[in-house]
């Protein structure tokens, strides 16, 4: 009888969650724009405010400072080129070298073409921004800071950031600080409140929710020029009609998720930790990357020596076991993982590399079938790359 197969990419995204598509599902059966005045579109409106509610009381935000998106890249977005144009003439935009493409790309672009100065924040051996490493970055020229950006954890190795404690020096200066913390809600506490930051990025993918909804939590006094212009949704920060549907489906799944965090955390250290121990066991050589305790609790990510991660992950997948790596490509030709480099890896460690993530649907048996055929597929990994 074939094994069925073990889904080890949670980080990537994460099925959603009975509530969400029992909420998302009653919704679609209904008509009605929020927008529109009429009886069918107050009830939508009604749904979008109670989703609105409903995040912020889980969030630890107030409602008016939900503002939904279409997911986490679209908030980075927002967050990172609406602060930079509102604080204009300020030019420097601080962000860190380990952030996800969706953030260091807009602070790129801001570079290219807006006359950003941006500086990239190094990190430690384990992917972590040192507060030390922020301050004197902001104090070599702090009226000329525009926005700071630091990821709550990061989304290749797991490493979690000492968010409250960078978000605090960015206010000694009256700086603006983001947060992408698309990795963090559902598995790690979450308040916007208590972690002092002025924005930060969620999305339904990765806690249960649907594709395509998400929202950048934005403190009250902080107006970021809009990316998208129209008919002035959201604070008149982002335009466009709302899909109650999906944000009905987003507000149940991130609901669910920070009620069942804590459970759902000692559950996957616990599977995390049994996967690392046997990865260990199976291939004596591996390299564990990140932090070896302040991770993420469902992240576990190793450099195989001797191998392409790309020609591991494909083995893998035709055994039945589906994984990440830590690299992305460009026109077919696999490039060193940004974050592993950033770390001090060298090229090929870099390039060599898997992401294993747990999720709410994990169980045992996703590890035993990964600790089944890895062996074999590193030792043909390794004879490929010989050849």
Known sequence: MTRPSAYLDHAATTP???????????????VGNASSLHAAGRRTRRVVEEARETIADALGARPSEVVF???????????????????????????????????????????????????????????????ETLREAIERDPDDVAMISVMWANNEVGTVQPVHVLAAIAHDHGIPFHTDAVQAVGQLPVSFSASGVDALTLTGHKVGGPMGAGALLLARGLTPVSVQHGGGQERD?????????????????????????????????????????????????????????????????????????????????????????????????????HVLLAMGAESAAARGSLRFTLGHTSTRDDVDRLIEVLPAAVERARRAGLS
């Open 237 to 337: 920060v982002r335009s466009g009609t709302l899909d109650a549907p999906a944000i009905a489906g987003l507000a149940a799944a991130v609901s669910a998720a920070v009620k069942e965090q804590e459970a759902l955390a000692r559950r996957l250290r616990s599977l995390r930790d049994e996967l690392i121990q046997r990865v260990r066991q199976a291939v004596p050589d591996v390299v564990l990357n990140g932090d070896p305790a302040d991770r993420l609790p469902g992240n576990a990510h190793f450099s195989f020596p001797g191998c392409e991660g790309d020609a591991l992950l494909m083995l893998l997948d035709a055994k039945g076991v589906e994984c990440s790596t830590g690299s992305a490509c460009s026109a077919g030709v696999a490039q060193p993982s």
């Open 69 to 131: 998106t279409s997911g986490g890249t679209e908030a980075d977005n927002l967050a990172i080129k609406g602060l930079y144009w509102s604080r204009r003439p300020r030019r420097r935009v601080l962000i860190s070298s380990v952030e996800h493409h969706a953030a260091l790309d807009p602070a790129h672009w801001l570079a290219d073409s807006q006359g950003a100065e941006v500086e990239l924040l190094g990190v430690d051996a384990y992917g972590r921004v040192h507060p």
């Open 16 to 30: 959603m969650l009975p509530e969400a598509i029992e909420a998302m599902t009653e919704q679609l059966k209904c």
